[in-house]
Nanobody, 126 residues
Framework: QVQLVESGGGLVQAGGSLRLSCAAS????????MGWFRQAPGKERQFVAA????????IYTDSVKGRFTISRDNAKNTVYLQMNSLKPEDTAVYYC???????????????????WGQGTQVTVSS
């Protein structure tokens, strides 16, 4: 069982930055791939970024490459999403997710993730 709690969302002007955090419970965090997804009003949940259990592999959706950075601190059971140069189209609820069945790498597929947080709102004003 894994519990995920996101924090760090808020309102920011275009061009600004935010850092999201996701605190995970459970002793298996260090062997669990993690991902960030987002969902804007009226749209489907979208993959944003993912990181392997070791942190060696990171993947991003094209629209955030060069602006967002996913990282993790296994000693703190926490995964982060540093978001820079934010745009109004980044506005969404951001969700942290855990892929406990994966033994290596990271996945873009939401159906690969078996635990989800409740989300944190990010609003970017123009």
């Amino acid at each position: 069982q894994v519990q995920l709690v996101e924090s760090g969302g808020g309102l920011v002007q275009a061009g600004g930055s935010l850092r999201l955090s996701c605190a995970a419970s459970g002793r298996t965090f260090g062997s669990t791939a993690m991902g960030w997804f987002r969902q804007a009003p009226g749209k489907e949940r979208q993959f944003v970024a993912a990181i392997s259990a070791t942190g060696f592999t990171t993947i991003y959706t094209d629209s955030v490459k060069g602006r967002f950075t996913i990282s993790r601190d296994n000693a703190k059971n926490t995964v982060y999403l540093q978001m820079n140069s934010l745009k109004p189209e980044d506005t969404a609820v951001y969700y942290c997710a855990a892929d406990t069945k994966r033994t290596y790498g990271a996945s873009r597929g939401a159906n690969e993730y078996d635990y989800w947080g409740q989300g944190t709102q990010v609003t970017v004003s123009s």
